[in-house]
């Protein structure tokens, strides 16, 4: 039997309010169902219900909320099903470019109605973060995006303390 658990309410990693919800199969994890909002549609916001397995491939999706093009945008809830043109069911956003073909990835847009899909793509990159834990745009954990951030700069927060300590010594002796 299919449960599902108690909601937890976060922010996405475009600031705006997500919800994940665990799903439970025989008492088991068995994936979450997330909401998000993209604020990159035509229309303006986009709310968007994902369905990810314990994998995080996709199992299905809602639109919950939208002001899209009518007869365009407005094809979301049935564009990108199973069976449709732009199938994104089935498809692992950790391991499969999902963003539209225009911009060099396997996602088919809507015809007409690129900034509408490309916001959808950027609904699914949101979810995925919400449901993984990292960040959307870098799949990093957060842990990590700030330990990769750190080597890049070659600081840490010890070493930031630090030059700030030595600057103020070095003011304060002249």
Same mark, same amino acid.
Do not use: H
């Given at each position: 039997?299919?449960?599902?658990?108690? &909601?937890?309410?976060?922010?996405?990693?475009?600031?705006?309010?997500?919800?994940?919800?665990?799903?439970?199969?025989?008492?088991?994890? *068995?994936?979450?169902?997330?909401?998000?909002?993209?604020?990159?549609?035509?229309?303006?916001?986009?709310?968007?219900?994902?369905?990810?397995?314990?994998?995080?491939?996709?199992?299905?999706?809602? +639109?919950? *909320?939208?002001?899209?093009?009518?007869?365009?945008?407005?094809?979301?809830?049935?564009?990108?099903? $199973?069976?449709?043109?732009?199938?994104?069911?089935?498809?692992?956003?950790?391991?499969?470019?999902?963003?539209?073909?225009?911009?060099?990835? $396997?996602?088919? &847009?809507?015809?007409?109605?690129?900034?509408?899909?490309?916001?959808? +793509?950027?609904?699914?990159?949101?979810?995925?973060?919400?449901?993984?834990?990292?960040?959307?745009?870098?799949? *990093?954990?957060?842990?990590?995006?700030? *330990?990769?951030?750190?080597?890049?700069?070659?600081?840490?927060?010890?070493?930031?303390?630090? &030059?700030?300590? &030595?600057?103020?010594?070095?003011?304060?002796?002249?």
């Amino acid at each position: 039997m299919d449960t599902v658990g108690e &909601a937890v309410v976060t922010t996405s990693s475009n600031g705006l309010e997500a919800t994940k919800f665990p799903v439970f199969k025989d008492g088991k994890p *068995a994936g979450a169902a997330v909401q998000v909002i993209t604020a990159k549609g035509f229309g303006g916001n986009i709310t968007l219900m994902f369905g990810f397995d314990n994998e995080g491939n996709l199992t299905g999706y809602n +639109c919950l *909320a939208m002001a899209e093009t009518p007869g365009l945008g407005s094809k979301i809830p049935q564009w990108f099903v $199973e069976g449709g043109k732009g199938n994104v069911i089935g498809k692992n956003p950790g391991k499969n470019n999902l963003t539209v073909s225009k911009d060099g990835g $396997e996602v088919n &847009a809507i015809t007409a109605a690129t900034i509408s899909s490309r916001a959808f +793509c950027d609904a699914i990159a949101q979810a995925y973060g919400v449901f993984t834990e990292t960040d959307a745009k870098t799949a *990093a954990t957060p842990k990590a995006y700030a *330990a990769e951030a750190d080597s890049e700069t070659g600081d840490d927060a010890g070493d930031q303390e630090e &030059a700030q300590d &030595a600057s103020n010594n070095e003011t304060n002796n002249q």
